[in-house]
């Protein structure tokens, strides 16, 4: 079970949309998931991989919280450097796949890279002895995910510190969104919040200041 002596998560903040990419390794093992590398070039990879290097860490999957490119335009640097899965929700395959690519979102670009890892409401990814949950949460994006640890919860561009992810693209829903956090008012006040974008947060502090919940 996943407790927060075992886990370390290390943010880095990269790509012009300021993406929160966690390197979450295990204490015990070194093995490492890695959340959302949104960067587009080897300098951000550089950072990284020598914190990965340096550390002596272990890459074993890459997990996207969703297919929005600023995400995920990172994943064919960590799966060259690394030879590890991707990993995403069965739902946003077609975004990495390229069958829906948007080369000019956000004016980011991005290989198309199939997902080796389609992930589905209520499975577990492990890495060392850390268990993450996969939560689906559509909304923002029909394969949004949360990431659910026993005092964390990675919640990609579902929920921000007081805001909630856009629901405007065209594989957004506003009724989706709506129903995903009706599941959030369930987790549990104590966990911390790691969101896609900007600071930290607990479930707590949400339920009491984020008016979307």
């Known amino acids: 079970m996943l407790t927060m002596k075992i886990m370390f998560a290390q943010k880095f903040i990269v790509g012009d949309l300021l993406t929160n990419c966690y ?25 990284i991989v020598t914190f990965i290097k340096e550390n002596s860490l272990k890459p074993k999957i890459v997990i996207n919280t969703h297919g929005h490119v600023d995400h995920t335009c990172g994943n064919g640097l960590i799966k060259d450097i690394f030879e590890v899965p991707i990993s995403v ?8 796949a390229g069958l829906r690519n948007k080369p000019d979102f956000f004016g980011l670009t991005r290989i198309p890279l199939p997902a080796d890892v389609l992930l589905q409401d209520g499975m577990k990814v492990g890495f060392g002895q850390v268990t993450l949950r996969v939560m689906h949460v559509p909304g923002h994006t029909s394969g949004s995910i949360l990431l659910l640890g026993e005092k964390e919860v990675f919640t990609g561009d579902t929920l921000f510190a007081g805001s909630i992810g856009r629901t405007d693209f065209p594989e957004s829903s506003e009724i989706d969104m709506r129903t995903s956090l009706e599941k959030l008012k369930s987790l549990s006040d104590s966990l911390l919040v790691y969101p896609g974008h900007g600071p930290k947060s607990t479930m707590c502090e949400e339920k009491r200041c984020n008016p979307f919940l």
């Open 23 to 47: 390197v979450l390794s295990c204490r015990e093992t070194g093995e490492v998931a890695i959340v959302d590398p949104g960067f587009g070039s080897r300098v951000e990879a550089e950072k």
């Open 89 to 96: 929700h069965e739902a946003d395959a077609y975004m990495l």
